[in-house]
C-alpha cells in the first residue's frame, strides 16, 4: 500500500484511537463516521480524512458536545478543519489555566493538611494593627484598586501561617534595610537595589505595573496611616521610599 494513503480495519481505528469496536459501529450506523470504502466481505476500512472527523468528534464530545449535534456540525457547508483546530486549542488553553489554578489550590491545601496549619485568618493577616486602621486600610486600598486588593486578600488568605510569617518579617526587613540607607541618595545602587525587593515583594500578592508602583509611593505619603507605618520604622522614611520608588520607575524599574 502507498505512503499516504493507509488504511485501517475498525479494529486498527480501534486500537490506534482508543475507542471500542462498538461505537465506530455506532458512528457508522447513524451517519457520524463512515468508513472510506467496505470489502466485498463488508469489512469497513477507513483513510486519513475519517481519522481526522474521528479526531474532531473526540474533540467535541470532549467539549461536552452530543452526537446529534457534532453530526450537525461536521456536516455543515461552512466547516473548516483549521478553524475548528484552532477554536479547541483556545477552548483546551482556557481549562488549561483553569487546571493549572486547581492544582495550585489542591498542592495549597495538601500543604496545610500536612502541616496541619489553617489558612490565615482576617486577624493574623493584620495582627498587631489597630483594627480602625486597618479597615480604614482595607477600605483606601479597595476604593483605588479594587480588583487587586480582591487579589491580595485572596493570596495571602491561601498561604500558611508559616508562609505569612515568613512574608511578614521580609516586608519589616526591607523597611529596616531602607531606613539604614536613608542617608545615601535615592539614586544609590545600593538603595534602588532594595526598593527592587521591595517591588519584587509587592509581586507575591498581584502584578504591579509601573503606575500602580508610582501611585504606591504617593499614597505611602499622602496617606496618613501608610505615612505612619513607614515613618515609625524611621522619621522620613516614608517620603524617602515615595522619592526611591520614583527613581525606580525613571530607570525604568530597572537596577543598573
Not at 135 to 147: L, N, S
Request: glycine share 6%.
Amino acid at each position: 500500500m502507498e505512503k499516504g494513503h493507509q488504511q485501517y480495519s475498525v479494529k486498527q481505528l480501534s486500537q490506534l484511537a482508543g475507542v471500542s469496536i462498538r461505537t465506530l459501529h455506532h458512528y457508522d450506523e447513524i451517519g457520524l463516521l463512515n468508513p472510506a470504502k467496505r470489502s466485498e466481505k463488508g469489512y469497513r476500512f477507513y483513510g486519513k480524512e475519517e481519522l481526522f472527523k474521528l479526531q474532531q468528534i473526540m474533540f467535541y464530545k470532549t467539549l461536552g458536545y452530543g452526537l446529534g449535534e457534532i453530526k450537525s456540525i461536521l456536516n455543515d457547508e461552512g466547516f473548516d478543519l483549521i478553524t475548528a483546530l484552532q477554536s479547541h486549542r483556545e477552548v483546551l488553553k482556557k481549562r488549561a489555566v483553569h487546571l493549572d489554578k486547581l492544582m495550585v489550590t489542591i498542592d495549597k491545601t495538601i500543604n496545610e493538611l500536612k502541616n496541619k496549619e489553617g489558612m490565615i485568618t482576617d486577624k493574623e493577616m493584620y495582627e498587631g494593627f489597630d483594627p480602625k486602621e486597618v479597615e480604614a486600610i482595607k477600605t483606601e486600598t479597595a476604593d483605588r484598586w479594587p480588583d487587586e486588593a480582591k487579589e491580595t486578600e485572596h493570596r495571602i488568605k491561601s498561604m500558611s501561617k508559616a508562609a505569612w510569617k515568613e512574608t511578614k518579617q521580609e516586608a519589616e526587613e526591607i523597611n529596616l534595610w531602607l531606613s539604614n540607607l536613608m542617608h545615601k541618595p535615592v539614586e544609590d545602587v545600593e538603595v534602588q537595589k532594595v526598593v527592587k525587593l521591595h517591588f519584587e515583594h509587592l509581586h507575591r500578592f498581584y502584578e504591579v505595573s509601573e503606575e500602580h508602583y508610582r501611585g504606591l509611593a504617593e499614597m505611602y505619603v499622602e496617606d496618613d496611616r501608610f505615612k505612619a507605618h513607614y515613618d515609625k520604622v524611621k522619621p522620613g522614611l516614608a517620603e524617602f521610599l515615595r522619592k526611591a520608588i520614583q527613581q525606580f520607575c525613571d530607570n525604568g524599574m530597572e537596577v543598573a
